[in-house]
């Protein structure tokens, strides 16, 4: 199963259910448009997660915006 999901929620209101589950996050980001990409660390987590979203979850691809490496070329 797999970590990643996404949400048609505010990134700040999808930390707040996952805090409030004792659900760690390994990545979040926005979503161009709208909502929340959000990855768990353990899939048990990913799976708890689905189950408190499952009416807020987008089925499908999503858009999201491109990887910029801020520290510069290797």
Not at 48 to 63: D, F, P, Q
């Amino acid at each position: 199963m797999s970590r990643a999901m996404n949400v048609k929620m505010a990134e700040k209101d999808v930390k707040a259910l996952c805090d409030k589950a004792g659900v760690s996050i390994s990545a979040i980001e926005v979503l161009p448009s709208g909502g929340t990409h959000l990855v768990c660390t353990t899939s048990d987590g990913a799976e708890a997660m689905r189950g408190k979203l499952k009416s807020h979850l987008i089925e499908g691809t999503v858009r999201r915006f491109p990887f910029i490496n801020s520290r510069g070329p290797w």
